[in-house]
């Protein structure tokens, strides 16, 4: 009998292909339908692709919360009893917003939206408003955030202080940095990651793959290959991230110092 702290999360690496929502998102579905998991991670515009040069362009690839592709989605999650994190261009009103979902084994949605926009992305995109809100599949709780959301140490931290167990981490790295700083994200805040990265070239871009799990200690779990896709879990223990200890003596929330912080 599995333990009830103990759940099964994993990362889908893959290559979107850029504006071919509908053939984005028949593979996501694929893939979420072949695998039995508690949490599952998309990569960041995972349904639409990431190169788009103009709002008018990103307009025609992003799609609602209340979408057919996610009511799909919603209904998979409920019958296998598990959660999926997908990021995608979302469309509210008259605004995109670089967003990504959580939806659990209840039907339930939890919307983010990326809060530090990347280079180009300031164009098309609005800045995201919903803060790092905190969603539950049965006793595991997720924080999200988004691709170049890890360069701000405050994003992970507050999603840490929040109570969350595990962060998804949907992204499209170009840059080499973030594997490895992940590492100090998780250890400094004892939480679990899932950056789960795409592969592929758009435009000037090259992403780079190496889709990683990582531990509330800072190692790698799991990681993914630099230019194929894949889909990879391991079982995480929640306890873990629920004790802040490093010692007898030194726990990372309590010992930490608000009287002298300015940020």
């Known amino acids: 009998m599995k333990s009830k702290h103990l759940y ?10 850029l504006g071919k929502i509908e053939i984005n998102s028949n593979s996501i579905i694929d893939i979420i339908k072949s695998h039995n998991y508690d949490l599952l991670v998309f990569p960041e515009l995972a349904t639409c692709g990431y190169d788009f040069k103009t709002k008018n362009e990103i307009k025609k690839s992003s799609i609602s919360i209340d979408s057919i592709f996610f009511k799909t989605v919603k209904k998979i999650c409920i019958k296998k009893k598990s959660g999926i994190v997908i990021g995608f261009a979302e469309k509210s009103n008259s605004t995109i917003y670089n967003s990504s979902i959580l939806i659990n084994e209840n039907g339930k949605m939890y919307l983010y939206r990326k809060s530090h926009l990347f280079y180009n992305e300031k164009k098309i995109f609005e800045k995201g408003n919903t803060g790092f ?8 709780k997720i924080g999200q955030m988004i691709c170049f959301d890890w360069f ?6 507050t999603i840490a202080l929040n109570g969350a167990h595990i962060i998804a981490h949907p992204a499209n790295l170009v840059m080499p940095y973030c594997q490895n700083s992940m590492k100090t994200r998780t250890l400094e805040n004892c ?22 799990i990582t531990d509330n ?18 079982d995480i ?14 726990n990372i929330m309590n010992d930490r110092r608000n009287d002298l912080y300015e940020l």
């Open 8 to 17: 099964k999360v994993g990362f889908a690496q893959t290559k979107p292909i």
């Open 133 to 140: 809100i905190i969603g539950k599949v049965n006793k595991l």
């Open 152 to 157: 701000f140490p405050e994003a992970a931290r």
């Open 191 to 212: 939480i679990y990651a899932i950056t789960s990265n795409r592969i592929g070239s758009e435009g000037d871009y090259t992403f780079t793959g190496k889709s990683q």
């Open 217 to 234: 200690r800072g190692n790698i779990m799991k990681s993914g290959y630099r230019k194929k896709e894949c889909v990879m879990f391991v």
């Open 237 to 250: 223990d929640i306890k873990n991230a629920e004790n802040k200890f490093l010692n007898t003596k030194n």
